[in-house]
C-alpha cells in the first residue's frame, strides 16, 4: 500500500538548472506534505514542509509546490548544486487523534547534480 | 545544532538473539519515534512514544519489539528475538512537539544486521 510514492528512482542534473523532484500521494487525509534530504551514512534530515492548505512554499533555492486536486507535489531546486547531490524523501502526515503524527514516506529519489 | 544520537552505528547479532538500540533525543523534546528502512525500501514509521508510554505504533511493531526510556534521556529499542527480516536501518527521532510542521530530528542510524 503506497501512499506516497515517487515514481522516479533517480534524477540527474547539471550544476546551475533547476531539479524538480516530484511526489504522488493517494491519502486524501493527509495534512502536511515533507521534503526530506538524506545523504549516506546520516539520517534524513529535513529540508521544507508544506500544509494541505497552501499551494506553494518557498525557501531560498528550494520551492515545494502542492496540487491538491492531482494529489500530487513537487521540489524544485533552483539553482541545483553539486551539494544538493543526495536522496530525497517525500512524506506526508496526517493527524491520527493518537497525540503525535507518524510520518510515511516515499521511496526517495536519488538527486545527482553533476558539475 | 542540538542532535540525536544513536548507538551502536553498526550492530551485527544472531538470529533469535535479543538486542537492544539506543538514543539520546534531543534534551528538551518531548514526543521520540522510531522509523526503519529496509535496504532499497521506503523508511516506514515504527512507534512514537510521549509522556513514558506508546502514543502510537504500526503493524511491524509487534510483541517483538518494545521500547523504553530508561533514565530521562536514552530511548531504547528493543527487539527480542531477533529474525533474517529484521535487518535493516533504524532511525530515531525526536520532535518538541506531537506535530511540527518542521519534522522531526532523526539521528544517524543503526544498521542492524541479522545473520
Known amino acids: 500500500d503506497q501512499q506516497v510514492k515517487q515514481n522516479s528512482p533517480s534524477l540527474s542534473v547539471q550544476e546551475g538548472r533547476i531539479s524538480i523532484l516530484n511526489c504522488d500521494y493517494t491519502?486524501?487525509?493527509?495534512?502536511?506534505f515533507l521534503w526530506y534530504k538524506k545523504y549516506p551514512a546520516e539520517g534524513p534530515t529535513f529540508l521544507i514542509s508544506?500544509?494541505?492548505?497552501?499551494d506553494k512554499n518557498e525557501d531560498g533555492r528550494f520551492t515545494v509546490f502542492l496540487n491538491k486536486s492531482a494529489k500530487h507535489l513537487s521540489l524544485h531546486i533552483v539553482p541545483s548544486q553539486p551539494g544538493d547531490s543526495a536522496v530525497y524523501f517525500c512524506?506526508?502526515?496526517?493527524?491520527?487523534?493518537?497525540?503525535?503524527?507518524?510520518?510515511?514516506f516515499g521511496k526517495g529519489t536519488k538527486l545527482s547534480v553533476i558539475p | 545544532e542540538p542532535e540525536v544520537t544513536q548507538t551502536p552505528s553498526h550492530q551485527v547479532t544472531q538470529m533469535g538473539q535479543e538486542v537492544i538500540l539506543r538514543c539520546v533525543p534531543i534534551s528538551n523534546h518531548l514526543y521520540f519515534y522510531w522509523y526503519r528502512q529496509i535496504l532499497g525500501q521506503k523508511v516506514e514509521f515504527l512507534v512514537s512514544f510521549y509522556n513514558n508510554e506508546i502514543s502510537e505504533k504500526s503493524e511491524i511493531f509487534d510483541d517483538q519489539f518494545s521500547v523504553e526510556r530508561p533514565d530521562g534521556s536514552n530511548f531504547t529499542l528493543k527487539i527480542r528475538s531477533t529474525k533474517l527480516e529484521d535487518s535493516a536501518m533504524y532511525f530515531c527521532a525526536s520532535s518538541i512537539e506531537g506535530f511540527t510542521g518542521e519534522g522531526y530530528t532523526f539521528g544517524s542510524g543503526t544498521r542492524l544486521t541479522v545473520v
Open positions: 508544506i500544509s494541505s492548505i497552501k
Open positions: 512524506a506526508a502526515s496526517a493527524w491520527s487523534g493518537a497525540g503525535s503524527y507518524q510520518l510515511t
Open positions: 491519502n486524501s487525509m493527509f495534512d502536511y
